[in-house]
T-cell receptor
Framework: EAQVTQNPRYLITVTGKKLTVTCSQN?????MSWYRQDPGLGLRQIYY???????DKGDVPEGYKVSRKEKRNFPLILESPSPNQTSLYFC??????????????FGPGTRLTVL | KNQVEQSPQSLIILEGKNCTLQ??????????LRWYKQDTGRGPVSLTI?????NTKSNGRYTATLDADTKQSSLHITASQLSDSASYIC???????????FGAGTRLFVKA
């Protein structure tokens, strides 16, 4: 089944404890992206990747890192999480021409709470 | 500033009734506009996409319209069903580069 998977789905952690949220897609998509969704706000883009080893900042990249060592995986890294990073996170992927013209396929989301 | 604004914020309708959701945007240059449906606790799923030259696009009971001159779009839902209860998100691509700007969404509740 074509899908985007994220792990973990739920995570409660403490301030400063490094964590990684994994994202994997099996559709051979070049484009991948991370978003956070907060109440009353639209999804905001954190980082995106047009292809392997190519990443770029979105609108809210502060406090996050990403890597794209292989096409199928795009992990989101929080080196020193803070309470303002408590949010619902979505990973998405899209075919070669990117999000401009193609549908983004979203993962199920990761609900992160930072105490 | 590139922005997407949706109205209303939330809406309650009775099953079987029609409704229309609004989206205004200031994204420039404009590439395309999508409507997504997001069920509670799940990722968004695309309903329709329209480019600059398209005025309307249908997907079953969902019909989206686009007025690129006034930078407005609407999503019309016909004969609503309980399963239509969800958030509907307007997404505009453009603004230079590969920008994708999401609206905050309209939360629709369909009651029996």
């Amino acid at each position: 089944e074509a899908q985007v998977t994220q792990n973990p789905r739920y995570l409660i952690t403490v301030t400063g404890k490094k964590l990684t949220v994994t994202c994997s897609q099996n559709m051979n998509h070049e484009y991948m992206s991370w978003y956070r969704q907060d109440p009353g706000l639209g999804l905001r883009q954190i980082y995106y990747s047009m292809n392997v080893e190519v990443t770029d900042k979105g609108d809210v990249p502060e406090g996050y890192k990403v890597s794209r060592k292989e096409k199928r995986n795009f992990p989101l890294i929080l080196e020193s999480p803070s309470p303002n990073q408590t949010s619902l996170y979505f990973c998405a992927s899209s075919p070669p021409s990117g999000a401009m013209y193609n549908e983004q396929f979203f993962g199920p989301g990761t609900r992160l709470t930072v105490l | 500033k590139n922005q997407v604004e949706q109205s209303p914020q939330s809406l309650i309708i009775l099953e079987g009734k029609n409704c229309t959701l609004q989206c205004n945007y200031t994204v420039s240059p404009f590439s395309n506009l999508r409507w997504y449906k997001q069920d509670t606790g799940r990722g968004p799923v695309s309903l329709t996409i329209m480019t600059f030259s398209e005025n309307t696009k249908s997907n079953g009971r969902y019909t989206a319209t686009l007025d690129a001159d006034t930078k407005q779009s609407s999503l019309h839902i016909t004969a609503s069903q309980l399963s239509d209860s969800a958030s509907y998100i307007c997404v505009v691509s453009g603004g230079g580069g590969f920008k994708t700007i999401f609206g905050a969404g309209t939360r629709l509740f369909v009651k029996a």
